[in-house]
């Protein structure tokens, strides 16, 4: 009975639109309420679900974003890309793409690119003659590249969950990320050639050369970071508050962007964020303990197992899981879940447990842009000024792009295990 109380209030929650943190805990407190545990378990368990060492990446490179972005980091990013591919055909969604590449690997969430480069870019296209309803759609899927490549907070959580190295999980996802980007260039300029988008002249080595260097110091944030993990001189947490002092010291004192009076204001922002993300970890600690306790994993892996022990139709099952739960649930609360008990089915059958991370991270950040609740959907279609189904329509080649490479990683275990055991066994 408890069980099914915790089911349908969770539901219910997501049903009304109450928000994801919320509503685990309301569920989570229900179930104890109805099981007689003592309600004293709710914050013992939400503080061990956030006392966790790694956990600080999520503050610092939050942090370390929001400098970057308030220091000019944007401007400069997009200028630099649009000098590298925006001679090509449809060149501004190509360097619509290549920016959050780019910034992805600086900012680690999806939403802040979003919102960064959908900020600048979308009117930009709408100006240059792009319908409103593929930039927003270009923007919005480009966005979910950003926490693959490295860093990224989906991967902080899944190391703090499964005790799998947080520096392995960013070099797992720099391949993939890199090819999601580059497939959906690919994606993008074939719809430019076909609907006949407009094209800007090639601006030449110079202009090339002086974005380069213009942009010199926000892209080299990203190797300071690979670089700290690599060396080993510096642990996840350590590196992303050298990235936030790296971060204040480019924008303050190198662009001059960024202005003293304002590091207050996006420090308190970014506490916000990270006391966000916190809460709705601790809630969903809570969550995933309940269901631990009634062995609601194991009752996933037997159901699986029962219909097949083949490894790549498991991996199928899981992709599919996986895409549906991405629909309707936040990546974080996912991942907290649902990580753990689908990661010991994977083992079951064979599966390398980074290996399984990095497509099981990839997978969720596909459905931030699958409605209804594609979070970056509607960050972008609130920019574009549009309604929902036109930019979901619009985005339709982009998800089945991103799902061609999905596949790719979950089959073809090199994509994510290589650069890991090359760099770091």
């Known amino acids: 009975m408890s069980l099914f109380i915790l089911i349908f209030v969770f539901v219910a929650g997501l049903g009304l639109g109450v928000p994801v943190a919320v509503t685990l805990g309301i569920a989570s407190m229900a179930y104890l309420l109805t099981a007689g545990i003592p ?20 503050p610092g ?63 930009g296209m709408k100006k240059a003659g792009y319908p409103a309803d593929f930039s927003a759609a270009v923007t919005a899927a480009s966005s979910t590249v950003g926490p693959i490549i ?5 991967m902080i959580i899944v190391g703090a969950l499964s005790g799998i190295s947080v520096s392995k999980m960013f070099l797992a996802g720099a391949i993939p990320g890199i090819l999601m980007g580059l497939a959906m260039m ?44 690599l060396s080993g001189l510096a642990t996840p947490t350590e590196t992303a508050i050298v990235a936030s002092l790296y971060a204040f010291a480019v924008g303050a004192f190198i662009y001059r962007d960024l202005p003293i009076r304002a590091v207050p204001r996006i420090v308190i922002d ?8 916190l809460v709705l970890i601790g809630f ?3 969550f995933g303990w309940i269901l631990v306790s009634e062995r609601i994993p194991q009752a996933i892996a037997t159901a699986v197992l029962s219909i097949t022990d083949n490894k790549y139709l498991v991996i199928l099952l899981i992709n599919i899981l996986l895409l549906f739960v991405g629909m309707f649930m936040e990546t974080i609360a996912a991942l907290i879940i649902l990580f753990v008990p689908l990661l010991t089915l994977s083992q079951s059958v064979g599966v390398d447990p980074l290996h399984f991370a990095t497509f099981a991270v990839l997978n969720l950040m596909i459905g931030l842009t699958t409605p209804p609740v594609g979070v970056c959907l ?4 609130n920019i574009a000024r549009l309604p929902l189904t036109p930019v979901v329509r619009a985005i339709a080649p982009f998800l089945l ?21 090359l760099l770091l066994d």
Do not use: H
């Not at 490295?150 to 989906?154: D, I, L």
């Not at 609907?195 to 080299?220: D, K, M, N, T």
């Open 401 to 421: 792009t991103n799902m061609i490479v999905l596949l790719l990683v979950s089959y073809v275990p090199a994509f994510a295990t290589w650069l890991p055991s």
């Open 186 to 229: 690919v994606t993008a300029y074939l719809i430019a050639v076909r609907r006949g988008f407009p094209r800007q002249p090639w601006q030449g080595l110079g202009e090339l050369a002086r974005s380069f260097f213009s942009a010199f110091w926000a892209i080299a944030m990203t190797a300071l970071i690979i670089g700290g993990l």
């Open 39 to 58: 309600l004293v378990v709710m914050p013992q368990k939400m503080y061990a679900g956030i006392d966790v060492f790694v956990l600080l990446c999520i």
């Open 378 to 381: 509607f960050v972008c279609a």
């Open 270 to 277: 970014s506490a916000v964020s990270s006391a966000a993300i």
């Open 284 to 286: 969903a600690n809570v």
């Open 61 to 123: 490179f939050i942090l370390a974003g929001n400098l970057m972005n308030s220091g000019g980091i944007t401007e400069r990013i997009i200028r630099f890309a649009n000098a590298l591919v925006g001679w090509a055909r449809g060149g501004l969604g190509l360097t619509n793409i290549a920016g959050s590449m780019l910034f992805g690997g600086i900012s680690g969430t999806a939403v802040a690119d979003a919102a960064s480069i959908g900020g600048m870019m979308i009117p």
């Open 150 to 154: 490295p860093p990224s907070v989906p």
